[in-house]
C-alpha cells in the first residue's frame, strides 16, 4: 500500500469521494501545528516523515503511528524547504526560511548553515549519496553545496524569475530546475552549464521531477498541463491536461 502526504484532509476527502474506483482512502489526520503547512517529505524508506509550517518550526513523525518524534525550532521565519537524506532513521535535513539561511541539521544538532542566497528559499534536495545539496531560490539562482563543509560550490543562473523547484538525476550529475519564469532548465552539475531548456509552458512551473531512469523529466504548470521532455535536447515528448489542484486555507 503506498501513502502519500497532504496538507489539505478536507479538500482531500472531498476529492475520495467523488472517486469511483476507491483506490485510496484517508489513512490518517494529523493535527500537526498551529500555523498551515508549507511542505511536506517522507523519509526515503518512508518510515518518517517531515511537516513544514507557517509557525516556524518543522516537526518529525512516525507513519505507521502517527507519533510525533521531534519538533525542530530555531528558524525565524516561515520554513518553505525541507528534505530528508538517510533512508532510515531521522539522518539528516535541510530546512530552508524565509531570510533565515538554510540549515543542515542531524538529529537535532545544527551541523551547518549554507548562507549565500540573497531571497528566501524554495526547494531543497539532497544528491543520490547526500554528498551534494541543490537548493533553488527565489533570488532566480540555485546553489549547490558540500554536504560535509557547507561550502558552496556553484551557482546555477540563467532564470528571469523565482525558482520554484529544483530536483537531481538519480546519478547526481545532472539537476533540473523549474521557475515562475515558466521555463524549465536542465544543468550539469560538475560543470554548472545549461545543458537544456524546457520551454512551452503558458504560466509558471511548479513542479520539476526526472524519470528514475534519468532519461525524460516532467514538470507542472499554473497552464493546468504536465509536460514531459527530453532532458538532454529539450523537446517535448507529450502533453497532458491536469486536473485543478487540491489546496488549503492557503496556497503552500
Known amino acids: 500500500m503506498g501513502i502519500a502526504l497532504t496538507s489539505s484532509p478536507t479538500g482531500l476527502q472531498e476529492k475520495l469521494a467523488e472517486s469511483a474506483d476507491h483506490h485510496f482512502y484517508l489513512f490518517k489526520v494529523l493535527r500537526a501545528h498551529i500555523l498551515p503547512l508549507t511542505n511536506v517529505a517522507f523519509n526515503k524508506s518512508g518510515t518518517s516523515f517531515i511537516t513544514g509550517s507557517y509557525d516556524r518550526t518543522c516537526k518529525?513523525?512516525?507513519?505507521?503511528?502517527?507519533e510525533e518524534l521531534q519538533v525542530l525550532e530555531g528558524h525565524k521565519n516561515v520554513v518553505y524547504a525541507i528534505a530528508f537524506n538517510n533512508p532510515y532513521g531521522y539522518g539528516v535535513l535541510i530546512l530552508g526560511s524565509v531570510i533565515t539561511p538554510t540549515e543542515v541539521i542531524q538529529q537535532k544538532l545544527r551541523v551547518h548553515t549554507l548562507i549565500g542566497h540573497r531571497g528566501e528559499i524554495s526547494n531543497a534536495q539532497f544528491n543520490f549519496d547526500s554528498s551534494f545539496i541543490v537548493t533553488g531560490s527565489m533570488d532566480k539562482t540555485c546553489k549547490i553545496w558540500d554536504s560535509r563543509t557547507g561550502q558552496c560550490i556553484g551557482t546555477l543562473s540563467g532564470h528571469d524569475d523565482e525558482v520554484l523547484d529544483v530536483c537531481?538525476?538519480?546519478?547526481?550529475?545532472?539537476?533540473?530546475?523549474?521557475?515562475a519564469d515558466g521555463t524549465g532548465r536542465v544543468y550539469n552539475a560538475l560543470t554548472h552549464h545549461c545543458m537544456?531548456?524546457?520551454?512551452?509552458?503558458?504560466?509558471?512551473?511548479?513542479?520539476?521531477?526526472?524519470?528514475?531512469?534519468?532519461?525524460?523529466?516532467?514538470?507542472?504548470?499554473?497552464?493546468?498541463?504536465?509536460?514531459?521532455?527530453?532532458?538532454?535536447?529539450?523537446?517535448?515528448?507529450?502533453?497532458?491536461?491536469t486536473i485543478p489542484a487540491v489546496f488549503g486555507d492557503e496556497r503552500m
Request: charged share 25%; proline share 3%.
Open 168 to 179: 537531481f538525476d538519480y546519478t547526481g550529475q545532472y539537476i533540473a530546475t523549474a521557475s
Open 196 to 241: 537544456s531548456k524546457l520551454e512551452g509552458h503558458e504560466g509558471e512551473i511548479s513542479k520539476i521531477t526526472f524519470s528514475p531512469q534519468g532519461r525524460r523529466c516532467l514538470t507542472a504548470s499554473s497552464d493546468k498541463t504536465a509536460r514531459l521532455w527530453d532532458p538532454f535536447s529539450g523537446k517535448c515528448m507529450q502533453e497532458a491536461k
Open 60 to 66: 518529525v513523525w512516525d507513519t505507521a503511528s502517527g
